[in-house]
């Protein structure tokens, strides 16, 4: 069974690269969101009880995360990480600076850092 984590460490290492090419870092940025939605969509489900579909399942499991009190920050990251994920995925008229991929990592961290305590 694929461990949703490893993405987020796949994601450093592109960071860390000494290429740093301007894909590894879109790629970055978009893998450590997907390590964090995987992990939460697992937390909401899990620990929230909810039943989630198919459709708009990236903006449902924002939303589930900050009606909570105690899960609102990771919402908030979540939907930031998911902005930088869009921005590196599909806008590829504007440059992605190496810095929106270590604050998609850094954030990714945080979020997984947060449901591992939960």
């Known amino acids: 069974m694929f461990e949703w984590r490893d993405y ?15 894909a590894s870092l879109r790629s970055a940025a978009s893998r450590a969101y997907y390590a964090a939605f995987h992990k939460s969509r697992e937390a909401v489900e899990r620990e929230l009880g909810a039943r989630l579909g198919q459709e708009n399942i990236h903006a449902e499991v924002i939303r589930r995360l900050r009606q909570q009190s105690r899960t609102e920050t990771l919402g908030t990251n979540l939907d930031r990480l998911r902005k930088t994920r869009s921005h590196a995925d599909y ?3 504007s440059a992605f600076p190496a810095r ?4 998609a990592v850094d954030l990714a961290s945080d979020v997984l850092s947060q449901l591992g305590r939960g």
């Open 91 to 93: 806008n590829a008229d």
């Open 8 to 22: 987020l460490e796949f994601s450093r290492g592109l960071v860390a690269s000494s290429e740093r090419s301007e």
């Open 100 to 103: 929106h991929a270590e604050i």
